[in-house]
């Protein structure tokens, strides 16, 4: 789908020891690298400017960081392209071709025709990763459900979900039987719920079609 709404193909990426690259060094960038970086990435980042953080990450060997401009025998070896200069369209248009021309998944920042792939906002607390999508409706919204939903699951919440991650594990090496695994780990969730609510702006029609309707 060329523009508009696209609910695309929600997966998750298993990037464990791959060669992944990103383009550019701003505050979109290190974003990028430090949940490739999270997932198990092996990452290099191309940039002639970079923020604190990349350049701190490469001086402890987190990540790769060359200090130029992208150049094509970056994309060597190279599972994934995160592309988080948009102020460049010849550069968009030159990482995008040299991609699809070797079968290299790549995603332009707020670029959905030049990208293979979107990226949602991300809530991460411990293990859990929640993305959140809109469809490119409204990436502002995204950020909001994203903020909002963050202080949902706090510190207790991700010991929480890591204590029956090392749980599960160890039911599965004492209990043979299927039913009496699911029996016990079912009742570690048992009373777990997220309550809320969600409240829209009280004018929310008028004020789109206002919008709708200026000249």
Request: proline content about 3%; aromatic content about 6%.
């Amino acid at each position: 789908m060329t523009g508009g709404l696209n609910p695309l193909f929600q997966v998750g990426l298993d990037v464990r020891g791959r060669r992944c690259l990103v383009v550019g060094g701003g505050a979109e960038a290190e974003d990028k690298s430090g949940r490739l970086v999270d997932a198990g990435a092996r990452l290099r980042v191309v940039s002639p400017e970079a923020t604190a953080a990349l350049r701190d990450w490469h001086d402890r060997g987190r990540l790769e960081l060359h200090s130029r401009r992208y150049r094509a025998a970056d994309l060597d070896e190279v599972f994934l392209v995160m592309n988080t200069v948009r102020s460049d369209a010849a550069l968009c248009d030159e990482v995008w071709d040299a991609c699809r021309e070797r079968g290299i998944l790549v995603n332009t920042y707020d670029d959905p025709d030049r990208s293979h792939f979107g990226m949602g906002a991300l809530v991460a607390a411990g293990p859990l990763r929640i993305s959140i999508s809109t469809s490119n409706a409204s990436p502002t919204l995204s950020s909001r459900l994203r903020q909002n939903l963050e202080g949902l699951f706090g510190q207790e919440f991700a010991e929480y979900l890591t204590a029956l991650g090392r749980a599960r594990e160890h039911v599965r090496r004492t209990v043979p039987e299927f039913a009496e695994r699911r029996r016990i780990l079912g009742s570690l969730v048992e009373g777990m719920r997220v309550e809320g609510a969600v409240r829209l702006p009280g004018d929310w029609r008028e004020q789109v079609r206002a919008i709708l309707e200026a000249e």
